[in-house]
């Protein structure tokens, strides 16, 4: 099971970090994956970190602003947007696979719920 939280308004230029609990598994045998949903839009790809979390990818969207990072420990990931603009406003899902780090959602197991993410201009 994935809780993502954290999201919420901020304004544009501004920081924000979303979180991604899991349960019901071991964590550290899951690729994380995060991805957003504007409205009206498809689902898309934000960034994924791989089991160990030595390795991760972006979307061409957030590179260089956005930092992905888990703590195995805590069963957790982080995503850390930072500079967000309003095209950043969205829906942020979390997603989890067994096994290395990809980018299409058909290739993710398990979903979480979504937190809103919106940036004012």
């Known amino acids: 099971q994935l809780q993502a939280s954290g999201g919420g308004l901020v304004q544009a230029g501004g920081s924000l970090r979303v979180s991604c609990a899991a349960s019901?598994?071991?964590?550290?045998?899951?690729?994380m994956g995060w991805f957003r949903q504007a409205p009206g839009k498809e689902r898309e790809f934000v960034s994924a970190i791989s089991r160990s979390g030595n390795s991760t990818g972006y979307g061409d969207s957030v590179k260089g602003r956005f930092t992905i990072s888990r703590d195995n420990a805590k069963n957790t990931v982080y995503l850390q947007m930072n500079s967000l603009k309003p095209e950043d406003t969205a829906v942020y899902y979390c997603a989890a696979r067994n096994g290395r780090i990809l980018t299409r959602l058909n290739q993710y197991d398990y979903w979480g719920q979504g937190t809103q993410v919106t940036v004012s201009s």
């Open positions: 019901g598994g071991t964590f550290s045998s899951y690729a």
